[in-house]
């Protein structure tokens, strides 16, 4: 099969939060934690995690209004207040080509699908938890009231049927688009492209590239800012490329255990 | 004094999910795992070097702390009926399962044992089920290093080059404290000396995951912690002089074993507090990634 993925283009998001509501109905997730205005302009939802499988978010800057992005604010009355430009991005789990999750998972219940997605077998979970840390973006997250760990499946009961995950289908500007990945790579760099060419400087591609620290993102995004701004780690890396050397580290002190315990009774006759 | 570096940040938010294991299991886990395994290497060679209550009380201490260690991990799972499913693979790219693999026999082993030192029979079966024990016994000291430094937790991945150390240090100890805390001090000299070796790994790795990690080494020194791992240090350096000055005096003795086990559930809980507070703030995150990034050369 060929991989299948999401490219959100964030900059023709409305913030609409449509993409939220969709992946809440279909896969039939329970409520988050009591709802508070978190003051984080419109974004309420706070944060990708076991109940929230997309999760807009909402930046205000003041705005060079020339860009042509949404903006609100007088500034074309003669004063010199600056209006307001949102950046809005639909964060979703980036099913990783090297996938932290489900390397350290110990019972096998994350596995990688036909599709070339993560996808976590509820029925084997056991919730030991330890996906959860090892997640470079802070997605995956356990339920408390559950006990085990949830995530984006990339809709995969969906896909078997021939359909779209419900977030793409759901989005109004096709900000979320759903494809094969090379297709969808080949068209986030036209999309660059365009956006350099109409003066767009700042537009720039995310876990688009097979050579960064997890092997490129099954779900990557365009940005108009840098990463961090938008709650996604600049430069992550999927734990387990470490793992041999820290193999090697453990023996080393182990032996080093034996060694000092060893000598402990060579050395004295006490 | 360095200026704490501007970085920007999703209104502070983490992006790192904090560890989602329960405090006190899992630091109560990695003491308890350390300590059972340095008792059961000790146990092993106590027995064939004539130090009969060396080898009995490090025995005893191994299945007792290995099977509360057990209990720890079941407890801390969100579905502990499945814990089972721990055994379903072997998977190397899991420490969580190479642990499991390692602890299901190191467990079982220890308290075959433990029952045949309590019990005197089998004296054959005993050696060799203590000397098995006693083999795994230091990887159940190291492992659990790897366990968290294969985690994006930044306190824990950065510091994979010497939890390893600082943990075998501290298993050496607290192992060293339990033996020296239930063994007469006549025979409690290998017990005196691997006090002294694994005090000293201690007190190295723990001064480098202080200073050497950049900006992710404040975690270790500042907070709760931070107040942790310095009362580690005293209580090691406690037990280190006091099980010199004990050396024909139970009492003395016993109180250097209680300075290494205080200090050793000190370093776990400092090390795992660390860890959260390292997930907690986006900083430790974004300062190490973006200094990283400027390192690469432009493509």
Redesign the interface.
Known sequence: MTRMGFFTDTSVCIGCKACEVACKEWNLLPDDPPPDL???SYDNT??L?ASTWRHV?F?EKPAPVELGMPAMGDTGGGTDEPGVQWLMSSDVCKHCTHA?CL???????LFRTEFDTVVVQQD???????C???????????RED????FKCTLCYDRLGSGLQPACATACPTDSIQYGELDELRERAAARVATLHDEGVAQARLYGHDPADGVGGDGAFFLLLD?P?????????VV??R??P???R??????????A??????V???? | MVERAEFQSYYGRPILKEPAWRQPDVPLYLFLGGTAGACATLGALAEPTGRPALARSTRLVAAGAAGASVLALVHDLGRPSRFLNMLRVFKPTSPLSVGSWILAPFSGLTAVTAALEVTGRLPRIRKLTGAAAGVLGPAMCTYTAVLLSDTATPAWHEARHDLPVLFAGSALASGAGAALLATPPAQAGPARRIGLAGAAAELVAERRLEQRLGVVSETYRTGRPGRLLRAARVLTAAGAGLSLAGRRNRLVSAAAGTAYLAAGLCTRFGVYGAGVASARDPRYVVIPQKACQQARPPV
């Open positions: 978190l003051g984080m706070g944060a995690g978010a930046i932290a390397d350290v998972c110990p019972t096998g219940a084997v979970c056991n919730g030991c938890g330890y959860v840390p090892a997640c470079p973006y802070g997605v995956i997250e356990k559950d006990g085990r760990a840098e961090e701004v938008y709650g996604l780690p600049p430069d992550p734990t387990t470490d793992l050397g820290m193999w580290t453990a023996a080393k002190a182990a032996v080093g255990v034996v000092a315990v060893a000598l402990a009774f050395g004295g006759r006490r």
